[in-house]
């Protein structure tokens, strides 16, 4: 006997089949597209503040019949390039070292800067001083374990305070992971994952969702 499928039950199976293709369309297009306007909006605004510096001889407009974006960004990597370059002579270096001096005394604004300079050393530092490994501590309490970010080996004080050798770890938060707490942790309560620190944020950013794509099942 043949079995024939009830209409209703088909129509919700090609519903289901729609809503899967849609939902599959917004995942591989939304990124895209929202990298794609953030990289627009970042040169455009770059064009925008530096465009006015370039006297208008200069400009692409003056022999182009179509406006070229970029012209902004490039002026702001020579910029860069130069200050990074006068950084590195006696003069640059001195300057540098007076102005951030300076800085630091400014009410307030002082602990912000000291603050972001700390960051982005971090960021564009080559010595291995960004996160490198992914590992389990139990927090919140005993029995519960959290995704969390090894830093480096904490202060020597600190593990003369607890006489235990301390590692520094970043728990960050779901669904920011650029938000989080520093913890310390004893060396022998770290469990060191066999996973990459980019598998490590994209589990965290998607709430656990993103384990069958990051190669992380069981």
Do not use: C
């Not at 200050?83 to 003069?91: E, P, R, T």
């Not at 309490?141 to 202060?155: H, P, Q, S, Y």
């Amino acid at each position: 006997m043949v079995e024939t499928l009830d209409p209703k039950k088909k129509r919700r199976t090609l519903l289901g089949a729609l809503r899967t293709y849609l939902l599959t369309g917004l995942v591989i297009t939304a990124p895209i597209y929202i990298t794609f306007f953030l990289v627009l909006w970042f040169v455009e605004f770059l064009d925008n503040y530096f465009r006015p510096l370039i006297p208008k001889v200069y400009w692409p407009t003056t022999y182009l019949p179509v406006d070229v974006p970029g012209v902004g960004l490039v002026l702001a990597l020579l910029l860069l390039t130069l200050i990074g370059g006068l950084a590195a002579n006696f003069l640059g270096r001195y300057l540098l070292t007076t102005s951030d001096r300076l800085m630091r005394k400014i009410p307030m604004a002082g602990s912000v800067y000291t603050m972001l300079k700390q960051v982005f050393q971090t960021a564009v530092s080559e010595d291995g001083a960004a996160f490198q490994q992914v590992a389990l501590i139990e927090y919140p309490r005993k029995g519960l374990n959290a995704i969390a970010f090894v830093t480096k080996a904490a202060d020597a004080r600190i593990n003369q305070a607890t006489g235990k050798k301390m590692i520094g770890v970043f728990l960050p938060t779901t669904p920011n992971p650029t938000s989080g707490f520093l913890l310390f942790v004893p060396e022998d309560e770290l469990t060191i994952l066999d996973m990459t620190v980019e598998d490590g944020a994209r589990l965290v950013i998607s709430a656990g969702l993103a384990h069958e794509e990051a190669g992380l099942n069981p």
